[in-house]
């Protein structure tokens, strides 16, 4: 693994190890510090940065079969995730949604992007761009709608309320979600085809930018309250599907749609990345798994060190011409 993404990486443990040591001191606080820098980041910095990236993509310009090639077996897992946890009828309605966006989200930017840029250059870097552009605002909102309809359903089954009062209120909270609503906004910005005032610009980059350091913060306060011994089987599990399961269905997906060189490269190893922090930034929104979910941050972080040169291999050992040259 090349030097840029090992600093990268410490760079990533350094912050995280600040926050551990600010919750193990109690320097911001009590153990809802965490919770309330989570908050900030879920109804301030998120939006912010959703709102500003779906107004500026130009869909036009998306290469949609690598885009397909990636999201459509990472959804998919997300759902077969989502599926079975539902089945094992957890305690928490949003479990099943916190254990699916965990499994799924990867760390697409502050680690991702130096990743994609260090092994392929800037050839590479715009294929994972391309992802990113869509990533939070197509996994999110996704999850945020099975959040929701499963909390709505266990407030049915406390009222008995009826399917269309269900339905209704799922709509209702998915609408107003601090994730959704700031992407439905952005969407209709891009569809005026409006550009974003600069003064109105620079205030949303500098509420975006704070969402990746104020996550990796909370997360090392969510480590210092909760610990990882009480977790780690479900995070190991977690960290599994996200490491190895992941990148396997993108790349046998990737091939299936024609996808062959730097392309298929670049996509395969965009999902083998670790768990990403908004994943802490749900579980912290719906006060559900923050222990497992904290712990899979930490756990696959440590793995990726490992997974990704064997993912790297695996990719130089495919047949002459799938991943040598551009697709």
């Known amino acids: 693994m090349v030097g840029p993404i090992y600093l990268k990486l410490v760079a990533i443990f350094i ?29 301030l910095f998120a939006p912010a940065l959703l709102f500003r ?3 500026r993509i130009d869909f036009e310009q998306l290469p949609w079969s690598i885009v397909l090639a990636y999201f459509i077996p990472v959804v998919g897992l997300m759902l077969l995730v989502y599926a079975q946890q539902r089945r094992r009828a ?10 699916a966006i965990t499994a799924t989200f990867s760390n697409t930017v502050q680690l991702g992007i130096p990743v994609a840029a260090a092994l392929f ?27 929701e309809l499963d909390l709505s359903r266990a407030a049915e089954g ?9 339905l209704a209120t799922t709509a209702r909270n998915t609408l ?9 906004l952005g969407l209709l910005w891009n569809l005026l085809d409006g550009p974003i005032p600069p003064a109105v610009d620079e205030i949303l980059v500098t509420l975006g930018q704070a969402v990746v350091p104020v996550c990796l913060i909370a997360t090392g306060m969510s480590l210092a309250h909760y610990g990882l011994r009480g977790s780690l089987g479900a995070a190991s599990v977690l960290s599994l599907l996200k490491l190895v399961v992941q990148p396997a269905l993108v790349l046998a997906v990737g ?10 490269a670049a996509i395969v190893m965009c999902a083998a990345l ?15 798994r923050e222990a497992e979910v904290t712990s899979t941050l930490v756990l696959s972080m440590l793995a990726f060190v490992v997974t990704a040169p064997l993912w790297l291999l695996l990719l130089q050992l495919l047949p002459a011409g799938w991943v040598a040259s551009g697709g």
């Open 15 to 43: 912050v995280v190890a600040i926050g551990w040591g600010a919750g193990r001191t109690r320097f911001l606080g009590g153990g809802e510090a965490a919770r309330a820098l989570s908050n900030a980041a879920f109804y």
């Open 53 to 55: 990236t779906t107004a």
């Open 90 to 99: 957890a305690a928490a309605p949003a479990a099943p949604s916190v254990r």
């Open 121 to 147: 250059g800037e050839a590479g870097l715009s294929v994972h761009l391309a992802v990113v552009s869509l990533h939070a605002l197509t996994l999110l909102s996704v999850v945020t709608v099975l959040a």
């Open 158 to 166: 406390h009222a008995r309320r009826s399917l269309g009062a269900t």
């Open 176 to 184: 107003i979600h601090p994730v959704v609503m700031p992407v439905l």
């Open 255 to 264: 091939l299936a749609f024609g996808l062959r060189g730097l392309p298929l």
């Open 274 to 288: 670790p768990a990403g922090t908004n994943s802490m930034m749900f579980a912290q929104r719906y006060a559900t």
